[in-house]
């Protein structure tokens, strides 16, 4: 190698990006007074791109690999310039580099509560978050619509704008979903792709591409979600409303018989009791989902109606009569008042 070559080996430069950081999308090169080498080395990484600006006009754009700066490998520029049949001398020249990877996990949600119009509960406040992932898919476009004359550009500075766009696109998305606020937990998937489809045309217009989007919350105001564990009690309850009714009045028994006079509405009050147990169950029935309209199970029917008890004779009345003031259950007041009426259905009053 002669003196001359090596004089002129000392003039080429290495122009790359080591990127030892996780937010960058985009870095210039910082070439001293914008002066380029004819023959350097323009080494882009995978997922990088290098993109030349020649006074405030895009050139050539370099995917990754070593690529030698000649009129050859920068056909844009070379036009730019005018060279026809190559240069000898430096160019000036600005380098942008371009992060093409994946920012993955980053972070949406609503600052502020958004109406909901729901066909069970009305109105509602809801909140919602989840995440996304972008990455640059248009390296020009990028530049020149966000990046512009920034020597750095991370992610920090397109996050809070993208952020806005998926809280209104979202709203719109639930809008026109019309999903009720009880299923929304089993639609997060359609809901995610949906939302994904709303944002892409924005992210194209600033060379981005939103390669993955989800929804991992919507949760409702406290007070609804309290209404909602209480309607779903109620629908477990109602099945075995008439049971249970009937057991509490069959334990109050042993009870009333220790006080005196307690059995005397006893018979009212049991007949009351099962007809109100059985109302509630039928009613809760109905709303949690017309269980009465249900088909009986295979190999059941539906009870027979009881037979009316036969009329008894006033001497029978009489005798049960003077069984229970024997046995003390009734006083002798009740005695009186209760023979008295007997003696009267019966026309002997």
């Known amino acids: 190698m002669g003196l001359m070559d090596w004089g002129k ?32 080395q323009l080494v882009c990484r995978e997922s990088q ?6 006074e405030g006009q895009f050139a050539d754009t370099y995917p990754a690999g070593t690529h030698p700066l000649t009129t050859r490998n920068m056909p844009i520029l070379a036009d730019l310039k005018g060279w026809k049949y190559g240069f000898e001398s430096p160019f000036k020249s600005e380098v942008y580099f ?20 729901d066909a069970d509960f009305g109105m509602l406040r809801i909140r919602a978050f989840g995440i996304y ?28 704008q993208l952020r806005k766009s998926i809280i209104t696109k979202f709203t719109d998305a639930l809008g026109e979903a019309k999903i009720p606020a009880l299923d929304l937990a089993a639609k997060y998937e359609d809901l995610s792709d949906l939302l994904r489809q709303k944002m892409d045309p924005e992210f194209q217009t600033m060379g981005l591409e939103c390669s993955k989007l989800f929804i991992e919350n919507i949760s409702l105001p406290e007070e609804v979600e309290a209404m909602m564990d209480k309607r779903t009690q109620l629908g477990m309850m109602a099945p075995v409303m ?13 009870l009333a018989a220790q006080n005196p006079g307690g059995l005397a509405g006893m018979g009212m009050g049991l007949g009351m009791g099962v007809g109100m147990g059985n109302m509630m169950g039928q009613q809760m029935g109905g709303a949690m989902g017309q269980m009465a309209q249900a088909p009986f199970p295979a190999g059941t029917a539906p009870a027979a109606p009881t037979p009316a008890t036969p009329a008894k004779s006033l001497k029978e009345e009489l005798t049960e009569l003077k069984d229970l ?7 002798q007041v ?16």
Do not use: C
């Open 9 to 40: 080996a000392q003039f080429l430069e290495i122009i790359e990006w080591l990127d030892d950081s996780n937010d960058i999308l985009a870095w210039r090169f910082p070439v001293r007074n914008q002066e380029i080498k004819n023959g350097a």
């Open 49 to 54: 791109e290098a993109t030349l600006v020649s």
């Open 98 to 117: 371009t992060n093409t990877r994946l920012f993955n996990d980053l972070g949406w949600g609503t600052p502020n509560p958004i109406m909901m119009r």
């Open 133 to 160: 992932t972008i990455r640059v898919k248009d390296s020009k476009k990028f530049l020149k619509e966000l990046v512009g004359t920034n020597g750095v550009y991370t992610k920090d500075d397109i996050t809070e």
């Open 242 to 254: 008439g049971a249970y009714t009937q057991m509490q009045v069959a334990d109050s028994i042993p």
């Open 325 to 331: 003031f024997d046995s003390q259950l009734i006083t």
């Open 334 to 349: 009740e005695f009186d008042a209760q023979r008295a009426a007997i003696m009267k259905k019966h026309g002997m009053g």
